[in-house]
């Protein structure tokens, strides 16, 4: 039983560590709040309600976006991507500075734009930063008509150099591209429109969704400032798959293990048992001064959870004592070539909380099975007192 309760503290805390660092680096990409328009693809932030975010002390940062799928070219090949617009605020304070792993974040060179473009595509496509092959964007001209002798000529384009090549996970490397949003307005011949208005707010923690109370608070008036022609998401409504199955593998992990701890308190039901068939005559003996079956049943139960307890109290401590030296030392080291020295791990309350009540609650269903039945102890109880009468 120890040995599972320190197992599911360890396991857990590991996943938390992984959970954290997948969470901070979506951080980097995904906004605190997105506001998109309810209908429609497109708008224009203007208005008092736009205004009013500007002046608002609970925002950080205001960066208006302009996403939408593309086709790129560079030499010679070509690839579907999801190119994102943005302005001179991301680009100044985008988080995705620090995933670089080729080249300056920097979307203009001078008066010359410049693209910034995710891992993998740049795998796929052969780009590289000190080329001086550009990067073409392709999208259907508005209201253009497609000819079949020449589609080409109703697509329009942009051109731009790569700057800087970035990693944030292999899902968003495969189509992530950022480019100005100037460039990203005249590739679909817009003007002041935008997809999004991404908010980065004060003291929001890297890597946490907007849950706090006063977070929480801005969410609505925003909502309710905004009107219902908008929608405002936090970072989980705005990946609620992801969210949803970080979840769910974390209670499958919990439920993976708590079996296993079934199994091995699968001993204290074996050893309760035949406990049981070894003190019948003990039992008979306390029947015979006065104990009911169910004094004696809960004798059983206390013995067996007590042992469960104990196993559970010397793995718990086991186990948070470990996970802290993790934490904080980093002790076991990661194998490879990762970016990661160290095992993370996170050790959170609710998961020690959970252990308790799992491990306690399976040792006590254990031991309540594995107690003496009224059945046997009737007979033990009639054997008992024919043995009595016998010797009288």
Not at 149 to 156: E, K, Q, Y
Not at 205 to 226: D, Y
Not at 246 to 255: T, V
Request: aromatic share 8%; glycine share 8%; net charge negative.
């Amino acid at each position: 039983m120890a040995v599972g309760t320190a197992a599911l503290i360890l396991i857990l805390s590991v996943y938390n560590g992984f959970d954290r660092i997948i969470k901070e680096s979506l951080s980097d990409l995904a906004p605190d709040v997105l506001v998109t328009p309810v209908s429609g693809k497109y708008f224009v932030p203007s208005g008092p309600a736009f205004d009013a975010l500007l002046d608002d002390s609970r925002v950080a940062q205001v960066c208006s976006v302009l996403e939408e799928e593309v086709f790129v070219s560079y030499g010679g090949r070509q690839q579907l991507a999801r190119a994102k617009g943005v302005d001179a605020v991301y680009e100044e304070e985008s988080q995705l500075a620090s995933h670089v792993v080729e080249g300056e974040f920097s979307l203009h060179d001078g008066d010359l734009p410049q693209a910034v473009v995710g891992a993998s595509l740049a795998r796929e496509m052969g780009i590289r930063t000190h080329f001086v092959e550009p990067l073409v964007l392709y999208y259907p001209r508005r209201g253009a008509r497609i000819s079949l002798l020449g589609p080409t000529a109703s697509l329009g384009s942009v051109k731009m150099q790569p700057a800087a090549l970035v990693s944030v996970n292999a899902t968003v490397d495969g189509d992530l591209l950022v480019v100005p949003l100037e460039e990203m307005r005249s590739l679909l011949g817009l003007t002041d429109e935008v997809s999004g208005v991404e908010l980065r707010l004060a003291g929001a923690s890297s890597g946490q969704a907007v849950s706090s109370r006063t977070n929480r608070k801005f969410l609505r008036e925003l909502q309710e400032l905004l009107g219902p022609s908008y929608r405002v998401q936090d970072r989980v409504q705005q990946q609620p798959s992801l969210y949803k199955m970080m979840r769910y593998e974390k209670l499958a992990i919990y439920l993976i293990l708590l079996f296993v701890v079934i199994i091995i308190a699968s001993n204290i039901f074996g050893s309760l048992s035949m406990l049981s068939i070894a003190k019948r005559d003990d039992m008979a003996t306390l029947r015979a001064m006065g104990a009911d079956d169910r004094l004696v049943r809960r004798i059983f139960i206390w013995e067996g959870w007590l042992v469960s307890l104990c196993g559970l109290l010397v793995g718990l401590v086991t186990g948070v004592a470990l996970a802290l030296v993790q934490q904080h030392f980093g002790i076991i080291k990661m194998p490879g070539g990762f970016f990661l020295q160290a095992y993370p791990v996170v050790l959170q309350p609710s998961d020690v909380v959970w252990t308790v009540l799992g491990v306690g609650a399976v040792g006590f269903l254990i031991s309540l099975l594995a107690s003496p039945k009224p059945e046997s102890s009737s007979i033990s109880t009639h054997s008992a007192t024919n043995a009595t009468s016998t010797q009288r």
